[in-house]
C-alpha cells in the first residue's frame, strides 16, 4: 500500500461528522463558518420524516425519502458525535426534491445514526461502541470498542435492516477530516466516485478521489456492503476547517452531477 495512502487514511481519522448541524463539547478546530450553517442540538431527531428505529437512550433515528428517480442512494448523516456532528442540510434537502434532480435520483436520508453521540459530545455512541466498527463484516474483531458481536447496537440494527430493505445502487457517507476536502470509497465505487468529484471539483477544485485503495477497516458498513456486498459506499471527507459555503456548494454539485449521469 502506498504510504500517502495511509497518511491521509489516518488523518481522515474515522472523524465522521456529516452533514450539516452539531454540538459538542469540543468544536476546535471546525470553522466558524461551518458553524455558521448547523441547526440547534434541540433539532436533533426533529427532521420530517419516519423513525426506523431507536438508539440505546432511546432517541429516534429519523428518515426522509426524497425523489422517485432511478439511482437509488442511501446517505447517512452522524455516524459519530465527537468532532461535532453535521447532519443534512434544508438546502440539501431542497435540491434533492427538486425538479429534474426528484425524478433522477430516489434518496433515503438517514439524519444521524448516533444521536446519542450528537447530544453528549461523544464519538461513540451511548454504550462507548463505535458504530462504523460494529457491522458484519467477516473480518469483524470484537472488543470493548467495536462491541462483542456484530450488530450489537440499536443503532446498527436499525440502519442495517433499512439498508439491505432499501436496496441502494449507492450508499454515501458524509463526513470530516483533518485533511481534505477528498473522496474515498469501498467496493464498485470509483465510477460514482468520479461522477462526484466532478461535480464537487467545479466549485471546488480541492477535491480528489481515492477510490477503493484497500484499508476498509473490519466491521466498518465499507467493509459489509462495499467489499462483500458490492454495495459502492463513498465517504464524503470535508475539511474540518473548511469554509461553510464550500461545503454545501460541493456537496449540491456532487450529487448534481450523480443525477446528471443518470438523465
Known sequence: ???????????????????LGFKSS????????VRG?????????????????NSVEGRPLVVEDLGDGPLRVYVIGGVHGEPPAL?????????????????????????????????????????QIDLDRNFPSRDFSASLR?????????????????????????VVILQSALAGPFLDGDGPSDAYGMQFVRGAASVDDRWT????????FSGSLGAA????????????R????????????????????LADNRS
Open 209 to 216: 478521489l481515492l477510490g477503493d485503495e484497500g484499508y476498509a
Open 225 to 236: 456492503l462495499g467489499v462483500e456486498r458490492g454495495i459502492p459506499v463513498l465517504n464524503l
Open 146 to 170: 467495536h462491541g462483542m458481536s456484530p450488530l450489537s447496537e440499536p443503532e446498527t440494527q436499525a440502519i442495517w435492516r433499512d439498508i439491505l430493505n432499501f436496496e441502494p445502487d449507492l
Open 26 to 33: 469540543s468544536d476546535d478546530g471546525v470553522s466558524a463558518a
Open 87 to 127: 447532519r443534512p442540510t434544508d438546502e440539501l434537502r431542497s435540491f434533492l426534491r427538486q425538479s429534474p434532480m426528484s425524478h433522477r435520483m430516489t434518496v433515503r436520508l438517514l439524519e444521524d445514526l448516533n444521536p446519542d453521540g450528537t447530544a453528549r459530545g461523544l464519538f461513540c455512541n451511548a454504550n
Open 1 to 19: 500500500m502506498r504510504p500517502w495512502v495511509l497518511i491521509i487514511a489516518f488523518l481522515a481519522g474515522g472523524a465522521v461528522v456529516p452533514l
Open 37 to 53: 450553517l448547523v441547526q440547534p442540538m434541540d433539532s436533533v431527531g426533529g427532521a420530517d420524516g419516519d423513525e426506523l428505529g
Open 238 to 257: 470535508f475539511r474540518r476547517d473548511q469554509d461553510g459555503r464550500s461545503v454545501s456548494e460541493a456537496l449540491l454539485a456532487g450529487f448534481g452531477a
